[in-house]
C-alpha cells in the first residue's frame, strides 16, 4: 500500500544513523593524523585532542577536517594525502564491527514499500561507498535505497546532493542527520529544497569512545602494511596500539547533545535510549503519514 501523494524522499545519513560508527569515524581520523603528522606530535594526549576534534567537526569529510586542523594549529599533519588514504584503510577495516542502529532496515524497507524513496548522502569518496554497498552489510539495505550518493568531485553531501534529488522530482526531502553541522546545512538550505531536517539525537559516551580506540588499536595492527606509513608513522604504531588504559583516563565525552541538534536547526530532534532511537523515528514518520500506523 503506497501512502504519499506527493513525492517524498529521505536522504540518510550512513555513518551515525543508519549504522552505529559515529564514534569509531572519530577515533579513526585521530589515529589517522597521528600516523602522518610530525615526529614532535604528542602521543597518547594528541590522540585524546584529535578524537574531541573529530566530534566536533562531525558530518565534515577527512580531507575538510585536516584542512581545518592545520590552519588551526600550524600544519601538524604533514601529509594531508596520506591522512585521507590511512583513514579510509583502517576506518573501512574497523567498519566490519559496526552496526545498524535497531530497527533500521526494517524502517527502511517499510517506508520503500509504503511510497517513500530512500537515498543515503554522503561525503565519502563514491568507490568506496559502492565497495560498501556490494558487502554482506551494504546488501542487507541495498533494495530500500534509490541510490548512495557519494562524493565524485564537486558533487558531494550538501547543496549538490540536495539538488539532484530535488532535480528528481522530489517536492519534499527529510534529512536525517546527527552532526551540527549537517543540520545546520539542511535548515540553511530548506526553503530552496524544502528540507526537513531531523535530528538523530544519539548520545554517545566516553566508554563508547574507548570502544571505538580498542577497535581501531586491532584494526590499525591487521591492516598496517597496507597504510604506507612514514618511518616515524611506523614508530607510532605501538604507542597507539597498546597501553591503551593510558589513553582512556583523558577521554571525555564527546558534545553530541541533542538540544545542539535542535539549536542548529532541526525541525525535530529524535532522543531516548539507543535502542529505542529508530522506534521514535518510525513513529515520526507514522505522524507524517509516510508509515501505516502499527
Not at 522530482?169 to 542527520?177: E, L, P, T
Not at 547533545?257 to 530532534?269: H, Q, R, T
Request: hydrophobic letters at 40%.
Amino acid at each position: 500500500m503506497v501512502l504519499n501523494a506527493r513525492k517524498t524522499a529521505i536522504m540518510w545519513i550512513r555513518d551515525g544513523v543508519l549504522i552505529e560508527r559515529m564514534h569509531i569515524n572519530a577515533v579513526c581520523f585521530a589515529y589517522a593524523a597521528a600516523l602522518s603528522s610530525f615526529p614532535t606530535a604528542q602521543h597518547n594526549s594528541y590522540v585524546w585532542q584529535l578524537i574531541d576534534y573529530a566530534f566536533e567537526k562531525s558530518g565534515v569529510s577527512c580531507a575538510e577536517k585536516i584542512a581545518l586542523y592545520n590552519s588551526l594549529y600550524e600544519n601538524p599533519v604533514s601529509n594531508p594525502e596520506s591522512t585521507v588514504h590511512i583513514f579510509n584503510v583502517i576506518a573501512t577495516e574497523s567498519a566490519k564491527k559496526a552496526c545498524y542502529f535497531d530497527n533500521a532496515i526494517e524502517l527502511l524497507a517499510d517506508l520503500k514499500s509504503s511510497g517513500t524513496t530512500n537515498f543515503i548522502t554522503s561525503a565519502l569518496e563514491q568507490k568506496l561507498l559502492d565497495s560498501w554497498l556490494a558487502t554482506s552489510q551494504g546488501q542487507e539495505i541495498a533494495n530500500s535505497l534509490s541510490a548512495v550518493l557519494g562524493k565524485r568531485g564537486d558533487f558531494t553531501k550538501g547543496r549538490p546532493h540536495f539538488q539532484h534529488v530535488s532535480q528528481l522530482g522530489y517536492d519534499k526531502i527529510y534529512y536525517v542527520a546527527d552532526a551540527v553541522y549537517e543540520i545546520s546545512t539542511g535548515a540553511k538550505l530548506s526553503h530552496e529544497f524544502n528540507i526537513v531536517p531531523i535530528g538523530f539525537g544519539n548520545e554517545i559516551a566516553s566508554e563508547t569512545i574507548f570502544a571505538a580506540v580498542q577497535i581501531v588499536s586491532a584494526a590499525v595492527l591487521r591492516c598496517k602494511n597496507e597504510l604506507s606509513l612514514s618511518d616515524h608513522g611506523e614508530s607510532m604504531i605501538p604507542a597507539l596500539t597498546t597501553n591503551l588504559e593510558s589513553l582512556k583516563s583523558k577521554l571525555v565525552d564527546p558534545k553530541t547533545d541533542p538540544n545542539l541538534l535542535a539549536k542548529a536547526g532541526a525541525e525535530v530532534v529524535i532522543k531516548g535510549e539507543k535502542g529505542s532511537l529508530m522506534r521514535h523515528l518510525r513513529q515520526y514518520f507514522e505522524s507524517q503519514n509516510l508509515l501505516l500506523v502499527h
